[in-house]
């Protein structure tokens, strides 16, 4: 906590010294063997470590591989992702209301204490990850932003509960949609707010939806969504809004722009396409698909021949829990159960390792799959859709044996 | 302002663990280092694209012909908004195509 602090005061108040400190060049780069990462500075945001620079102004950073060999994202580590420029940079507390209004009974102007006080604080670990995780991968390649793998997160998130907090303002009959807005705004008037929505009828049967104040035990980030954020477990976090000052209840559809044409997948099964082809007809992103990785050691690593090597990694689905985690070391022809670690929650990352021992020299490529509570897993053949959403291929490590 | 801010945080850090209840904080971006290729049309480019964006937005799309980045620059104009001249979106088009082209 006074570590944080101090480094906001520091951040927020410092002069010269400070002013140096951010000018400081890029350390080093990212993924130098990685066809996307490559190139890309190592660069060190307020209240964050070094992350994977992929834009600054709306910033977008992404978490190296390195921290995904355990449950929980550290906050400092945890991705950012912003829609529209200028984002919040100072919020006070003292001033910071969020408001409830629309199709309610009973408009709401809650402070954090408020937030706080009045509704029975919640908690729930919970995977959050980019619909556009991996896009950098896609083939044919598409357009939008070209994350490696880093963009998601774990963390223990506390906060109010959407539906109790709707509850209290009153929905009046006739609500459709809940729309969420937070203080970053488009410095052209002309280029859509970044506004998201949820149906009422899913909200309400949904106690896991929270306003999120608390993360891994500390306040939010403020690029992570100080001073509240939403939690929709399982989602992809486009609708995680962050900096969270209005909630509007409507008696219409909500479909503008972030909502549609923007964020939409296939209306398939798979969610997916023939490669370089157009969708008939698209749907809300939602739930997110089961994915696994290896995060240690890294691709590229030398492991000793003959010598057991740990193996190690998460996995995660759309809310169902993870139930299996595999690896394979001959290309998918065979594949081998691997040790789950404690179990923090059906939304939350869940950690895995093995031992594996390999007999040869050589190069030689480790894959991992993931199979969840319903049965879904991934797939040896990535999936395409135009907007690149979606991607949980088996994923892989390339080693050098010996 | 510094010195309020400062107080806040002091009276923060002494009302004990995790109670973000009041007072401000504030953080600074660092600034935006991206660039684009010398080249002519360059200056157009730049001036029109970080109206609202950095320009990495650009260097790290996937390199594709004119149509790609012709489509890019409409999107823009027509979806977002962007105040971009006719002549003006020509001159970046070309030189979109010509930096960031497919095989560049």
Not at chain 1, 42 to 60: A, C, G, N, W
Not at chain 1, 160 to 183: C, H, I, K, S, Y
Not at chain 1, 259 to 284: L, N, Q, W
Not at chain 1, 337 to 361: C, I, K, M, N
């Amino acid at each position: 906590m006074s570590d944080r602090l101090s480094r906001r005061d520091f951040l927020a108040g410092a002069g010269a010294a400070g002013v140096a400190l951010l000018l400081s060049p890029p350390r080093a780069s990212a993924g130098a063997g990685d066809p996307i990462l490559a190139g890309r500075p190592l660069v060190r945001y307020p209240e964050k470590t070094d992350l994977i620079l992929l834009t600054s102004r709306p910033p977008q950073l992404e978490t190296p591989m390195k921290y995904f060999d355990r449950a929980i994202t550290p906050n400092e580590a945890f991705f950012v992702r912003y829609h529209v420029f200028p984002i919040p940079t100072r919020v006070d507390l003292d001033e910071w209301r969020l408001r409830i209004g629309g199709h309610v009974d009973r408009p709401l102007e809650l402070s954090m204490a408020d937030l706080r006080t009045k509704f029975s604080p919640a908690s729930i670990t919970a995977a959050c990850q980019c619909a556009g995780n991996s896009r950098g991968r896609f083939s044919p390649r598409v357009l939008g932003g070209q994350w490696g793998d880093g963009a998601m997160g774990n963390a223990e998130w506390v906060g109010a509960r959407l539906r109790e907090v709707l509850q209290a303002a009153g929905l009046r009959p006739g609500a459709v949609d809940v729309t969420f807005n937070g203080l970053d705004a488009p410095a052209f008037p002309t280029v859509p707010d970044f506004v998201k929505s949820l149906a009422v009828a899913q909200v309400m049967d949904w106690p896991e939806v929270l306003i999120a104040y608390q993360m891994n035990g500390q306040p939010l980030p403020m690029l992570n969504g100080f001073p509240a954020r939403l939690v929709v477990p399982g989602w992809y976090s486009t609708y995680w809004v962050k900096n969270l000052s209005e909630i509007t209840v409507t008696d219409q559809p909500f479909e503008k722009f972030w909502m549609k044409p923007a964020y939409r997948i296939p209306d398939t099964p798979c969610g997916c396409v023939e490669p370089g082809t157009a969708p008939a007809r698209t749907v809300p992103i939602s739930r997110m698909r089961t994915r696994s990785v290896i995060a240690s050691p890294e691709s590229g690593s030398r492991v000793p021949v003959g010598a057991p090597a740990t193996l190690a990694g998460i996995a995660f689905d759309g809310g169902y829990g993870i139930q299996a985690v595999e690896i394979s070391d001959d290309g998918g022809q065979t594949w081998h159960a691997t040790t789950l670690g404690r179990d923090l929650g059906r939304y939350s990352f869940r950690e895995w390792s093995a031992r594996w021992a390999p007999a040869r020299r050589g190069p030689q490529t480790v894959m991992v799959r993931a199979l969840n509570g319903i049965g879904e897993s991934q797939g040896l053949v990535p999936l395409w859709n135009p907007a690149g959403y979606l991607r949980n291929v088996v994923e892989r490590v390339d080693l050098e044996v010996g | 302002m510094t010195r309020t801010l400062v107080f806040r945080l002091v009276a923060l850090l002494a009302s004990g663990p995790v109670a973000a209840e009041a007072g401000a904080v504030a953080i600074t971006l660092p600034p935006d280092q991206g660039a684009l290729k010398a080249g002519p049309g360059m200056e157009v480019a730049q001036k029109a694209c970080q109206m609202c964006h950095s320009v990495d937005y650009i260097t790290m799309q996937p390199r594709g012909g004119e149509a790609q980045w012709r489509g890019v620059v409409n999107k823009m104009i027509k979806v977002f908004g962007a105040p971009i001249g006719d002549e003006d979106a020509r001159v970046i088009v070309e030189y979109l195509s010509r930096e960031y082209g497919a095989g560049r």
